[in-house]
């Protein structure tokens, strides 16, 4: 395996940003998509258990609906991609059971040697005074950073967004019926080239004030 180079990496977070105009003739090709659908299905999560969807916005006609939704933000229609980060309604003891599952089955370990695994899964799930729902948002940001960080290695535009209306956008895509509601939603493709945000000076606070060694 041959690591990426530590210029490059820092080289490709500093090209990165928030897109705010994309250019909408140019689309991402299926094989760096492919590779961007497969890096965010890699994206770490607690105890391995993958609480989300990836709702993947192909529909031009859904992904306008969908812009009036949001602010009436360009990025919604102009990006290549739309992709809406949803969580699982309430996972609980059947989404840790096929959890368990896959891992004997992936690993071929008997699914009775993973009951400590299970055990811990239900008991954190379950803790009194948890926040289900604040823990799920965690797990999917997590996912988000994935894709973002993927994009920017693969020289892909990207834009995290949180200004819509997740009411309205779970019912339009119908996520309800199917177990899980939208938390945040991501555009990508290539900045046009009249983006006044690509010119801008990128803004960090200084190192010592964030990264402190104890």
């Known amino acids: 395996m041959n690591p990426i180079p530590a210029h490059q990496l820092l080289s490709q977070l500093r090209w990165r940003y928030a897109t705010k105009k994309f250019d909408s003739q140019r689309r991402i090709s299926p094989a760096d998509w492919q590779t961007l659908e497969d890096a965010v299905i890699l994206s770490p999560s607690s105890f391995g258990l993958q609480p989300w969807r990836f709702f993947v916005i192909d529909d031009p006609h859904l992904r306008q609906k969908l812009r009036e939704l949001s602010w009436n933000q360009p990025q919604i229609t102009d990006a290549s991609h739309l992709v809406v980060f949803a969580v699982k309604h309430n996972p609980g003891e059947a989404d840790v059971e096929r959890h368990i599952d896959r891992i004997s089955r992936v690993r071929g370990v008997p699914r009775e040697k993973l009951d400590g695994l299970r055990q811990m899964m239900l008991g954190s799930m379950n803790r009194p005074g948890g926040d289900l729902d604040n823990w799920l948002s965690r797990q999917v940001y997590i996912a988000l950073g994935v894709f973002l960080t993927s994009a920017a290695l693969l020289g892909i535009d990207a834009c995290p967004m949180e200004g819509f209306d997740g009411a309205k956008y779970d019912d339009l895509l119908g996520l309800p019926a199917k177990g899980y509601s939208a938390r945040v939603v991501a555009t990508a493709g290539y900045r046009a080239a009249d983006d006044p945000a690509a010119q801008a000076p990128k ?12």
């Open 203 to 214: 803004v960090r606070f200084e190192p010592h004030t964030v990264v402190e060694h104890i």
